[in-house]
């Protein structure tokens, strides 16, 4: 029994130093560290060139060889399940790193085309170029809000989303890099960009100035710019050299590849002054600032261009519609069931329509011209008139009779068929108003009232 122990114990020995030799056989590239062999050499004599397979241990005669042929490119991929590559993953120093990834793609190259290894091989280049990257930009420690020139940015958590950088113009791969958005404008750019950002924050001009552009490109020429981008000030020429010159068809200026990506928006001046709706070309300030003013109503049309609602036939009904809405407001304010039902958010996207009927903002022309706007008006137009002529007794008593005919319906003031005085409020049917005189037989009665209290009296009469 102990020359049976003694024997197993032999072999495993044996093994131990077969596998020893097979794993010392499949070099890693990323530890090129050669272990030469001790050549006796003369005090003349330089020391020969020694290859990986020159350098292993000469095995004793009689032993199987365990060599491979790919062991130099085999990057730790044949089955050995007992180590791993050390520098792939033990590798915490940049220099390192980058060495080792010049070496992975150098092997991606040398083994078989759409083959194993190859796959296996590019899944540890991408390892190594995420540690890389996590050495460089690392993420801990960072800031959730960051306040800069008017911007306040807040740190991004999404992962999956591909975003492109404001400042540098590259992608930001949010799985491995940190970046910021700010909630006010929408810039977005890395974490390492955010002390190089030398642009203001465009909503704080929204703020404080909230106007358009209403002259159709403006262009004054590169000379007026002293060749150089209106926003960063880098030289540029129509010829590209040294930096494409970029129209923005929005302020007429000239800027950089940079500053201007071909970005396309809605220009308001060729909208209120042509009804042209055409994307052009802006610049990225100049597409933020369109894209926060795109709600807001800045645009009188009767006074910068009347005579569209003379070509627009879309924009008379919304005016006529507009009207009537407010003259329903006064009967939702005063009633009960009309505040508890909130009819009045039906136009929380449009406060300005139940303030007035002349602002307009370029969301509420595009959906004119999309044709939207007037089909979802005219919807809240009926339920506001079902509501005060139909559903609601204390709206329906709030209604008017004609003072001229005193015959027909109750009359509300924004009934198709009706005039409303201007001075006193009055209702009456359009035809009576105007077959009789154009003059409200109410006003007229508390003038004779005013001139009837105003007027001097008589001399005093002898008895």
């Known amino acids: 029994m102990r020359g049976g122990a003694a024997a197993v114990r032999w072999d495993a020995m044996e093994y131990d130093e077969k596998l020893a030799r097979f794993r010392q056989a499949h070099l890693n590239p990323f530890n090129k560290q ?6 006796e050499q003369g005090p003349g004599e330089e020391a ?11 095995l004793p005669p009689g032993e199987p060889e365990f060599r491979c042929p790919e062991r130099v490119m085999d990057l730790g991929l044949s089955e050995d399940h007992f180590s791993r590559p050390v520098g792939l993953f033990l590798a915490s120093d940049v220099q390192q790193l980058q060495q080792a990834i010049e070496e992975c793609k150098q092997v991606i190259l040398e083994l078989p085309e759409q083959s ?15 540690k890389l990257q996590e050495l460089k930009d690392p993420n801990e420690d960072e800031p959730n809000i960051r306040v800069l020139l008017e911007h ?7 992962k999956s989303v591909k975003q492109t950088c404001d400042k540098c113009n590259t992608i930001i791969w949010g799985l491995i890099q940190t970046w910021y958005t700010c909630t006010g ?10 002390n190089l950002i030398s642009k203001p924050c465009v909503s704080s001009k929204v703020s404080h100035q909230a106007e358009y552009e209403l002259n159709i490109c403006p262009e004054t020429g590169l000379d007026s710019q002293d060749y150089r981008c209106a926003e960063c000030r880098a030289p540029i020429s129509l010829r590209g050299v040294p930096s494409e010159a970029r129209q923005c068809d929005y302020t007429g200026q000239y800027y950089c590849s940079h500053c201007h990506w071909n970005d396309l928006a809605v220009i308001p001046a060729r909208v209120v002054h042509n009804w042209d709706f055409e994307p052009r070309k802006v610049s990225r300030c100049s597409m933020r600032y369109l894209a926060l003013m795109v709600s807001r109503p800045v645009l009188r049309l009767r006074e910068i261009n009347p005579l569209l609602f003379n070509y627009v036939e879309e924009l008379v009904e919304i005016r006529k519609l507009r009207q009537d809405i407010l003259l329903m407001k006064p009967y939702f304010i005063t009633c009960r069931e009309a505040m508890e039902a909130r009819l009045l958010l039906q136009l929380q996207d449009r406060q300005h329509f139940v303030e007035n009927d002349e602002m307009y903002s370029v969301q509420d022309l595009l959906d004119v011209h999309a044709g939207r706007l007037g089909c979802s ?6 339920l506001f008139a079902k509501h005060i002529k139909l559903d609601c007794e204390r ?11 005193r015959e027909g319906d109750v009359l509300f003031p924004f009934d198709s068929h009706t005039s409303v005085c201007t001075d006193c409020s009055a209702v009456f049917h359009r035809d009576c108003y105007y077959d009789n ?3 409200c037989p109410k006003c007229a009665r508390l003038s004779l009232r005013k001139q009837s209290l105003f007027q001097e009296p008589g001399p005093d009469v002898e008895a």
């Not at 050669?34 to 050549?39: C, D, I, K, L, T």
């Not at 008006?377 to 009926?382: A, D, G, N, R, V």
């Not at 709206?395 to 005919?405: H, N, P, R, W």
């Open 34 to 39: 050669s272990g030469p062999r001790q050549h």
């Open 48 to 58: 020969p060139d020694i290859t990986p397979e020159e350098a292993l241990p000469e």
């Open 116 to 130: 194993e290894k190859q796959k296996d091989a590019v899944v540890r280049l991408i390892h190594l170029r995420l």
């Open 152 to 158: 306040r940015f807040y740190k991004e958590k999404s």
């Open 185 to 194: 404008c929408y810039y977005r750019c890395h974490s390492k960009c955010l």
């Open 377 to 382: 008006l005219t919807e809240i137009h009926t």
């Open 395 to 405: 709206c329906q008593a709030k209604g008017f009779v004609c003072e001229l005919c």
């Open 437 to 439: 005189s154009t003059t």
